[in-house]
């Protein structure tokens, strides 16, 4: 099992920045995934941004390539969103995402959520 604890959200203009913090109550390196999620109100939860431990090959969201970059510090046990270029439509709740393999089948762990509103 894992905790998982979000930080960083908060208000700001378009165009603006922001960084959102993940941190887990294990070595991440012990975790077979790591990802960013959000869901803005009436809208399904989805996939913002994804690391893998094996390849650390990062995975993007269409809509936000090229404006937000996921990274990771072992040593923390954290992994980080960097958001620029900030659009209304970026407004949601952020959930830092962890998925574990037990053996049989892969769990997924959330984080309690931070919220990013962006004004036009």
């Known amino acids: 099992q894992v905790q998982l604890v979000e930080s960083g959200g908060g208000l700001v203009q378009a165009g603006g920045s922001l960084r959102l913090s993940c941190a887990a109550s294990r070595s991440i390196s012990s975790i077979n995934a790591m990802g960013w999620y959000r869901q803005a109100p009436g809208q399904q939860r989805e996939m913002v941004a994804q690391?893998?431990?094996?390849?650390?090959?990062?995975n993007y969201a269409d809509s936000v390539k090229g404006r937000f970059t996921i990274s990771r510090v072992y040593a923390e046990n954290s992994v980080y969103l960097q958001m620029s270029s900030l659009k209304p439509e970026d407004t949601a709740v952020y959930y830092c995402?962890?998925?574990?393999?037990?053996?049989?089948?892969?769990?997924?762990?959330w984080g309690q959520g931070t919220q990013v509103t962006v004004s036009s």
């Open positions: 995402n962890a998925r574990l393999f037990n053996g049989k089948r892969y769990e997924d762990y």
């Open positions: 690391l893998t431990s094996t390849s650390g090959t990062a």
